[in-house]
Structure formats: C-alpha cells, structure tokens
C-alpha cells in the first residue's frame, strides 16, 4: 500500500499528534490552537481529512495515528527523489553533500547504515 500524501500543514499536525496520541480530539485541538494557531474548526477539518485518506483515526473523539513519522518521511525522500533526481539516489546523496557539510560522526553514522544494508 503506498504511503499517503501529507502536505506541510498536515505534517506539523502530525508532528504533534505523534507526540501526544492517543490524544482526545478536544486537547489535540487546543494544542493545534497554541503550537499552530488554528482555531478548532481548522483541526478538526485537518482530523477529517487524514482520516479520509486512511493516516489517522478518530475513534470515540480519540485520535491516534495509523501512518509513522518514518512512513511518512520515506514517502517524501522517494517523491523527492522521483520528482528532481530522476530516481537516482546517489545523485540525491552527491547534491546533498555538495551542499552540506558532514561532521566525522555523520559520516561514520552514514557508513554504518550503507554497511548494513548490505
């Protein structure tokens, strides 16, 4: 099954929901209010759409998620990688470090992972 699409809005929803769930709808909104500023009318439209896509529920006025932040920011690298490098990630990998430096420790980490890929 292939991971929805969450847009920049959705996703600082998310973010906050991944760290409070399961979280009633009311208190969600309330955070919503203070961390994004939305009114309770805006989360709960945002609450009814990710529903309807399949990433959250709503269940008894308590929201939990059905889709991980890591789901979710693979989706985002792939649609990335997709979009602007052709599906080629060694070019994403070379463009990104082009543009950013990496600490030993980020390299080293960087290793590790590719070596236990393999």
Do not use: H
Request: charged share 30%.
């Amino acid at each position: 099954m292939e991971t929805p699409k969450v847009f920049e809005s959705e996703y600082r929803f998310c973010l906050i929901l991944w760290e409070n769930e399961p979280i009633n709808s009311t208190k969600l909104a309330r955070l919503c209010n203070e961390k994004l500023g939305w009114s309770r009318t805006t989360t709960y439209t945002v609450i009814r759409r990710l529903c309807d896509r399949g990433v959250i529920k709503n269940e008894n006025a308590v929201v939990t998620s059905l889709i991980s932040k890591d789901e979710i920011q693979a989706a985002e690298i792939d649609e990335l990688v997709a979009k602007t490098f052709e599906g080629s990630m060694p070019a994403f990998i070379a463009a990104f470090t082009k543009r950013k430096k990496l600490s030993r420790e980020e390299v080293a980490e960087i290793r590790q992972m590719l070596d236990q890929y393999e």
